[in-house]
């Protein structure tokens, strides 16, 4: 029985039914203008502590090493000595080294580091091993002995076999059966005594507290070097998959539905059998049976996967996931024939607007950007600080550890209380009000990284929708639509709803910004033994990603009604907001269900490059042993893969994701907003309308299509 001229009901009260309303209106009016002024300045803003950073930092400070006067090693005057040498490595094992990351010895820039062990007593006396010697020092000491040279720390007390890591010269240290050698030597002499080379071994130790983590990333990073080209390759071919599938979608979406689902049960199903056969063939292999809680962390990962517990948890995690996917898909068979018929409707419309799955390489593009510029400002702004020196003394000084200037220090208090105290370079710090306020302007610089990212994806979200709802609310499909209906939409998204945009990706940017606070506590309180404040931590950081997870959904809707209306963020949301609470069976039942359709089918285009490149990658097949890179860590690439075929079929998936939810809306407003009689037709297709309305008398009420081919009927019939 059709309605009243507006008389459909919202919370209640009656609305205005439009009879002119023809889907995303044209004549718009700009939406959340403060916010949009709000935005632009804090953009300007942005702009500003860029240019702020970038004038102040100096990324030289975290790429090249730094000598005891602060100089850049292998850059300006040193350009020719790359390489930071240590006086007395046994220096570097103070713990004042794990405070100030700087060793209380003289540090000089140097071409190589040296290849003998020698010491300063004995090159003096002999001319070509003295020249060699000098190289090392930090002034030439001309006629001087050798005690003033040692007293003045000219050069070193003795030289010891080295080799260059991480642009520092290390003690070239072996093992002889159970014993440390240095140089093929057990001892050393340190122009005092003769030292066991194990003495050393504390030195290093503190010098290179991070040398297994960087030892690891100079490895990883040697592999991308190594496998960047076929990295490229196997994403590329994420990209044509993920074409592919799409293409199969728009003409055989039936079909395409089912064989996904049937794919990722059996790349699972492989998955599971594949890591049982490893899992079998280790029994008997000699330390495979350790767990890996007595292994514990290993720099060297391929180490886990000759662990049979490795493949048993692989076992457990596969199982587990393919039950679960297996269990919903019987629950939701019915559902999923539906589903089906909706993405056939969804398929059209991308048809339609075949423009649109490539927005996505827009969207990246911009989020790139954006990415990069948050990068580039955030290393500056870390390194804008300036060179801090602090007094280094052998033996009990009352200055010990405090600031001093380099220039001036041998005329002042302290190098006359401390007549063998050293100004050296310490680490990088500042007093000014900018170095005191630079925390302020990191933080201002995540935030901005958020928001911007946020409208990035805001953007594209109501860009598609707004190019998908024109599809929707055309009377005859397709030639009522703009023709070019994704450019329309991102002109009206730009032009009059930025301020929107803003607004929404603001409210998300605040609750991330909250979330990266509340790890960061929980990181501090890592130690803390008090059980109240880890459970409230606990507590807070669930519920502000529940409610990051909430704004994401509604703000999602909320574009698509600004979208098709052109109203200011809150109204469209919180119509958005009671649409779907009047029709949230619908929503449970369809559109979430065809949600978790495309993410079946994300699987397998993952699951499919993953599987070729784990096989090009590992060298376990002959067919590829010939082309695949010799690697230290092959799970590198294939990491680096997976996570890039994700994101590359997210970025075309999401189209039709899209495509559904703006259908979906589109739909459940139309039901309301009209009643299907031949005054006020629904805009959906037939098709739609059989989707979403079975068990009802949808057959009996014409769409806006049907009223169309009517009316061109009756009036080629009036001109006959």
């Known amino acids: 029985m059709p309605v009243e001229e507006g008389a459909y009901k919202k919370n209640g009260e009656p609305k205005k039914f439009d009879p002119d309303f023809k889907g995303p209106i044209q004549n718009r009016g700009c939406t959340d203008i403060v916010c949009c002024i709000f935005f632009i300045v804090a953009i300007v803003g942005y ?3 860029g240019i ?15 000598d005891s006067m602060g100089l850049y090693c292998g850059q300006g005057k040193l350009e020719k000595q790359p390489l930071l040498f240590y006086f007395n490595m046994m220096k570097c094992a103070s713990p004042m080294v794990l405070l100030e990351f700087q060793c209380p010895t003289p540090q000089v820039c140097v071409e190589k580091c040296p290849d003998r062990t020698m010491t300063l007593v004995t090159a003096v006396g002999k001319t070509q091993d003295w020249e060699y010697y000098k190289s090392y020092c930090r002034a030439d000491p001309g006629t001087k002995s050798v005690p003033q040279i040692l007293q003045e720390k000219l050069c070193p007390a003795y030289l010891i076999s080295s080799k260059p890591f991480l642009q520092r010269c290390f003690p070239s240290l072996g093992k002889k059966g159970e014993v440390i050698t240095v140089g093929d ?14 003495d050393l071994v504390a030195g290093m130790k503190n010098a290179t507290i991070v040398m297994e983590g960087r030892q690891v990333a100079m490895k990883i990073f040697e592999d991308y070097t190594k496998s960047w080209y076929w990295i490229l390759i196997c994403l590329l071919i994420a990209v044509v998959v993920s074409l592919i599938f799409i293409v199969l979608l728009r003409y055989l979406a039936g079909i395409m539905v089912w064989v996904m689902i049937v794919m990722v049960i059996a790349v699972f199903a492989y ?6 056969i490893k899992y079998v063939n280790l029994k008997d292999t000699p330390g495979a049976n350790i767990t890996l809680q007595q292994l514990g962390f290993q720099p060297d990962f391929s180490v886990y996967l000759h662990i049979r517990q490795t493949w048993l948890a692989f076992i457990i995690i596969l199982a587990i996931l393919e039950v679960i996917i297996i269990i919903v898909l019987i629950f939701l068979r019915n559902r999923i024939r539906i589903a089906v018929e909706l993405m056939k409707e969804a398929s059209r419309a991308v048809g339609y607007v075949m423009s649109s799955l490539f927005y996505p390489i827009f969207t990246f593009f911009l989020l790139t950007i954006v990415i990069a510029y948050w990068g580039v400002t955030a290393v500056f702004l870390s390194t804008s600080s300036e060179p801090v020196y602090k007094v280094f003394n052998e033996t009990v000084c009352p200055h010990a550890r405090e600031t001093c200037i380099p220039e001036n220090f041998t005329l002042s208090n302290m190098k006359r209380d401390c007549p063998r105290s050293e100004c050296l370079f310490a680490f990088y710090g500042g007093e000014t009000p900018y170095h005191k306020y630079l925390i302020f302007l990191q933080f201002y610089n995540v935030f901005l990284f958020f928001w911007c990212a946020n409208f990035v994806t805001a953007l ?14 055309a009377p005859n499909k397709p030639n009522d639509m703009p023709a070019f209906p994704l450019c329309a939409s991102l002109g009206r998204s730009l032009r009059y709803h930025t301020g929107s945009l803003a607004f929404g990706s603001l409210i998300l940017a605040i609750v991330q910004i909250i979330r990266v606070l509340l790890e960061y506590i929980d990181h501090k309180l890592k130690g803390a033994e008090n059980k109240f404040a880890k ?3 606990c507590c807070l950081k669930c519920c ?3 409610l990051e997870k909430f704004i994401k959904f509604m703000n999602r809707n909320a574009y698509i009604m600004v979208a098709i209306y052109g109203k200011n963020f809150c109204r469209s949301a919180r119509d958005a907001f009671f649409l779907l609470m009047r029709n949230v069976i619908r929503v449970v039942v369809l559109d979430k269900v065809t949600d978790f359709i495309l993410f079946l089918g994300k699987l397998l285009i993952v699951g499919l490059v993953g599987i070729f490149a784990f096989f090009f990658f590992s060298g376990h097949t002959d067919a590829f042993k010939g082309a695949a890179p010799s690697l230290h860590y092959y799970w590198v690439p294939i990491l680096t893969v997976l996570v890039g075929s994700y994101l590359i079929a997210h970025g075309f998936f999401s189209v039709y994701a899209m495509c559904v939810d703006t259908l979906f809306l589109c739909f459940c407003e139309d039901l309301e907003r009209n009643d299907g009689s031949a005054t006020r037709p629904y805009y959906m297709t037939t ?18 299509r049907d009223v169309a081919m009517q009316l061109t009927a009756l009036d080629k019939t009036m001109e006959n």
């Open 271 to 276: 998955g599971i059998v594949h890591c049982s």
């Open 52 to 66: 702020l950073a970038w004038t102040h930092g100096d990324p030289r400070k975290v790429i090249y090493p730094t």
């Open 535 to 537: 459970f409230l931590l």
């Open 47 to 49: 702009v500003a502590v």
């Open 185 to 198: 030597q057990e001892t050393f002499n340190d122009g005092d005594k003769i030292r066991d080379a194990k």
């Open 460 to 473: 594209g979200q109501m860009t598609l929708a707004g190019a998908f709802a024109s599809y929707y609310w």
């Open 687 to 704: 098709e739609l309308r059989d989707i979403l309305m079975k068990g009802t008398d949808a057959a009996q009420t014409p769409t806006s």
């Open 544 to 546: 502000f990603w529940c």
